[in-house]
């Protein structure tokens, strides 16, 4: 935000209870954020309604295959929906996203890379290699940098000696685990 990169109008897509959609209201930003939980979306417009933010709306939609917003979002910003969505769902989401999308519009995505989690953990985010991001969003957008990067977690320490126990990951200064991820910027073609 505080680099310019962000132009209103921004999506929020899989905005959760949208911390980060508040945040950018905050900031004079206008924020559509939409995710398929009633829950998140009921919270986020609660919070939105008492922190007087009349720019951040929420909607409850289906991401793979929402419609009405064509050519709306100058930004649009994943903040790790991409590895939680089924792979089968990913064309559909990008391609939503895409079609929301303004020409010449900034695409923000913070993932999970491989290796984030345990291999025994069943319910565990989709984790990605950086070929097989660029080759899904690629399908829709230009991709300008894929970066090595982190999400921080609130994980407590699990012995390592225990099956299915978290990798050996560090922790930042406030005591959460850094957990391997990617952020990769794109761009719609204008």
Known sequence: MAAGKF???????????AELSLALATE???VVGIDLTPTAIAAASKAAAERGLSTASFEQADITSFTGHDGQFNTVV??????SLPVEGRDGYL???HRAAAPGA??????FANGAFPAEWEARPNQVGEDELRAAVSK?????EIRPAYIHANIPA????????MPPHDRDDNGRMKLP???LTAHKAG
């Open 158 to 165: 699990v012995p390592q000696s225990q099956d299915g126990a």
């Open 28 to 30: 004079g930003y206008t």
């Open 181 to 183: 991820a990617y952020l």
């Open 106 to 111: 900034s695409y923000y995505v913070l993932v």
């Open 78 to 83: 994943d903040s790790t929906l991409f590895h």
């Open 140 to 144: 829709c957008w230009e991709i300008d």
């Open 95 to 97: 391609s939503s996203v």
């Open 7 to 17: 132009r209103s109008d921004v999506l929020d897509a899989g905005c959760g209870y």
